[in-house]
């Protein structure tokens, strides 16, 4: 029978400490006025780095609690926490029967059904601890979700029952003006990210193909207006592309299957293209 393991030891206060010291002086050095308590918490941090060597080892409860507070008050100031609300998806784990590309669950799709229902959007805000559903979707699922430049739109994927497929859909940062984009009913549409002209890429099965050594249908990327109007093609692989993110050059970088010099478990590589379709080549080549 297999031994068990103990548990590992939590990191000792010092430790912990120390390492709360350094991650302070880099927000401060790093955000300046943006970080305006760094000063004080690092003189926070010194007053318990001194209570801590006044206990020599035997380390009072209330002084590990403070710790605690102090490391979470110190590191949740941090103006890319605090400064806006988190977004999150909730949903259960993809069920996988075969690779990554079979979560899709399209209807008449060999999965069809098989994920777990229920799904929402919903936003953090940090320093309350508060937690916002801006969409929920109880018999469907949520997933994709790309937020815009301006930070007040939200693109993200939705199916809202068993017997619908992935339609794209905006709403505003609040939870207000829901709009679907995509209306196709036989096709799956995800994973939209925004363009710096507010156009849409996002992979689609628009164009019927199935991948070679399975029954999962393919999809590549698609383009679109920002009102879900011009809908075209711009990759055309004869598996599937997904997962698209925009680079700091303008480039689309996605994840696409590819059966070349490849083999079964390293099937998805790094692929990028232009927003117009051209100049598709792979990222690291095929390694």
């Known amino acids: 029978a ?16 120390a390492a709360l010291r350094r991650a302070v002086g880099d927000l401060c050095d790093t955000f300046a006025e943006r970080y305006p308590r760094g000063r004080e918490f690092l003189a926070g941090i010194d007053r318990l780095q001194e209570q801590l060597a006044k206990a020599k080892g035997d380390v009072p409860p209330a002084l590990l609690t403070e710790t605690e507070e102090r490391r979470r008050e110190a590191l949740v100031a941090n103006p890319l926490v ?19 590309i079979d979560t899709l669950y399209e209807v008449g799709e060999a999965t069809e059904g098989r994920y777990h229902r229920g799904g929402a959007l919903k936003s953090l805000d940090a320093a309350t601890g508060k937690v916002t559903t801006l969409v929920e979707a109880p018999q469907g699922t949520v997933r994709g979700a790309c937020v815009h430049f301006d930070g007040k739109r939200i693109l993200f994927a939705m199916r809202r029952n068993p017997k619908e497929n992935l339609h794209i859909f905006e709403i505003a940062a609040d939870g207000s003006g829901l709009r679907q984009l995509t209306f196709a009913g036989d096709v799956s ?61 303008g480039r689309i970088l996605y994840k696409r299957w590819e059966y070349v010099d490849r083999n079964f478990g390293d099937a998805h590589g790094f692929w990028t293209v232009n927003p117009d379709g051209t100049n598709q080549a792979t990222v690291y080549g095929n390694d």
Do not use: W
């Not at 605090?82 to 069920?95: D, K, M, N, T, W």
């Open 2 to 17: 297999p031994v068990a393991q103990p548990a590992p030891k939590p990191p000792a206060p010092e430790t912990e400490l």
């Open 82 to 100: 605090s400064g806006q609300p988190i977004l999150f998806e909730v949903r259960a784990q993809y069920l996988a029967a075969y690779h990554a």
């Open 189 to 249: 549409d995800f994973d939209p990210i925004y363009l710096p002209d507010d156009s849409i890429v996002f992979s689609s099965t628009r164009e019927p193909k199935y991948n070679m050594c399975s029954q999962d249908i393919g999809a590549n990327l698609y383009r679109m207006d920002p009102d879900g109007s011009n809908i075209h093609q711009i990759t055309k692989s004869t598996l599937f592309e997904n997962q698209s993110s925009l680079l700091p050059d």
